[in-house]
């Protein structure tokens, strides 16, 4: 081809087949060209997420006409696009922001529908900053909208019970339910995992040493918790609803303990529970874009301010992506794991 009409190019790093994390390479591809709706964001740093390591192992595939390279959710700046359209934070050309999107964050440049995009926080880095979207996101939509945390009838006095709480999601909803005044509970692998979320606000429990469902209801007097945000899923599931509250919420995000179990129909029906589930990630721009405006509005003031913020455990050049995708996979880590280029 011609130099002159030769398509500029950019680092990525590609999953050359399904597998272990050594099949994560570096690679030269095309820079992406946003279409209507959407924004070119040059790359400064990306988030690693559980998502990204079951893509690469083949077993969750980008929705059509998204990107076969990992990566959902970055920070950098804008530097194209249609921002003609729908733009409710009035960004431009030249912005620093944050984005959640469905696939290509691994690269040096990543195309993301501008309502899913966020201005970032008012003294963020960027690594910073790319911690947030996808863990931002999938909290508010699970524990506040889907899980309807302080929407029943205990209101303020509502609790949230996390399964894996040093996960990045778990130091999130640890955090934002703290900050809006509940109670939360977690559990943890480890002492350590354990100490971690307890000076972010939590009581934890160390699921390798105690019962979950006997430390819940003795710190709750027997009530139990409102509301869970399960990662777990497979034999918690029917422990989960004997510590549920009644009219309690149980919404499971993951199924790393396996997606089958056995549940007693009988004590949802009795005690009015809701069991319930979702996943973000094939959700239309509309439904991403509200989450967004109520992230602006309600959590954005509790970052700038730094009341809430996001726990970083590991920086990795994005070189090293292999290297981000073994840590990820020992689970050794408290809050989020980072590339940058």
Known sequence: MDQ??????????????????????????????????????????????????????????????????????VAGELVDGDLDGENPFGLKRGDMICALIGGGGYAEYAIAPLLQCLPTPQGYSMVEAAALPENFFTVWSNVFDRGQLGQGKRGTHESLLVQGGSSGIGVTAIQLAHAFGYRVFVTAGSAEKCAACEQLGAIAINYREQDFVEEVKRHSDGHGVDVILD???????????????????????????????????????????????????????????????????????????????????????????????????????????????
Do not use: C
């Open 4 to 73: 002159t009409t030769a398509m500029p190019t950019m680092q990525a790093v590609e999953i050359t087949r399904p597998g272990e994390p050594d099949v994560l390479k570096l690679t030269s591809r095309n820079i992406p060209k946003p279409e209507k709706g959407e924004v070119l964001i040059k790359v400064a740093a990306a988030g690693v997420n559980r998502p990204d390591v079951f893509q690469r192992k083949g077993n969750y595939a980008p929705p059509p006409g998204i990107s076969d390279i990992p990566g959902m959710e």
């Open 231 to 341: 990662m777990v899923a497979g034999d918690y599931l029917p422990r989960e609803i004997e510590v549920l509250a009644d009219d309690g919420r149980l919404v499971v995000i993951a199924t790393l303990g396996g997606g089958k179990a056995t549940i007693d129909a009988g004590a949802i029906m009795r005690r009015r529970l809701t069991v319930t589930g979702s996943t973000l990630r094939v959700r239309p721009i509309a439904f991403k874009a509200a989450i967004a405006q109520a992230l602006y509005e309600k959590v954005w003031p509790l970052l700038e301010s730094r009341r809430v913020q996001p726990i970083i455990h590991q920086v990795f050049p994005a070189a090293d992506a292999t290297k981000a995708h073994v840590l990820m996979e020992s689970s050794a880590h408290i809050g989020k794991i980072m590339l940058t280029w």
